[in-house]
């Protein structure tokens, strides 16, 4: 039987087009379905894995703790004055290794550790890298003290200079400004 005038329905030219989008939107409905399966199973497995597991072992009811080794502390020779300037050229802020090497220079230097401390206060490691004398310790050392001593002629403040006071005008008067 054929129904009245119904006219049978013809596909136009866009209907492939139309096809290709409703397909598309299923597969992303069922990607974003399988994401939200993939995260709650990650969830669940950080949730297991990071649960403790029951011990296996039989035990006699006393707590014993494994035997303590003792720390061998692994002897390392001081730096040399080119290792430590070495360190300190590379830094970017006080690491232990750069502490260890600035207590170096201090040590082969007493006389110039305030010096010191102050560039590495203000994290001016030129000042200091600026003295190295590749080879020669004793050519370092002595640009160090030179710098250490110029840093304190400059922190000094200045003297006031032995002479006479410049004389005051005789008519104040006459000095001063007139519009």
């Known amino acids: 039987m054929m129904k009245s005038k119904e006219k049978p329905h ?10 290709r989008v409703q397909r598309a939107r299923r597969a ?3 990607l974003s379905a399988q994401g939200a399966a993939v995260q709650l ?7 297991v894995g990071s649960m403790p597991l029951p011990s296996t072992r039989v035990s006699s009811g006393v707590s014993m703790s494994p035997p303590a080794t003792p720390r061998v502390m692994a002897f ?11 360190h300190i050229r590379g830094a970017r802020s006080v690491t232990p290794r750069v502490r260890i ?16 401390d102050d560039r590495a ?3 001016e490691w030129s000042d200091l890298t600026r003295c190295l004398v590749v080879g020669d ?12 001593a110029a840093w304190r002629l400059a922190k000094e403040p200045p003297q006031p200079k032995k002479g006479r006071k410049p004389k005051k005008a005789q008519n104040a008067d006459e000095t001063a400004f007139k519009p």
């Open 10 to 19: 013809r596909r136009h030219c866009g209907h492939a087009f139309w096809l």
């Open 28 to 30: 992303r409905r069922e």
């Open 41 to 47: 199973l990650a969830i669940f497995a950080a949730l």
């Open 76 to 86: 390392r020779p001081s730096p040399t004055l080119d290792e430590a300037m070495r």
């Open 101 to 116: 090497a600035l207590d170096v220079l201090k040590r082969s230097a007493p006389s110039t550790s305030e010096w010191i």
């Open 121 to 123: 206060n203000w994290l």
């Open 137 to 148: 310790e004793d050519a370092t050392l002595a640009r160090l003290q030179q710098a250490a």
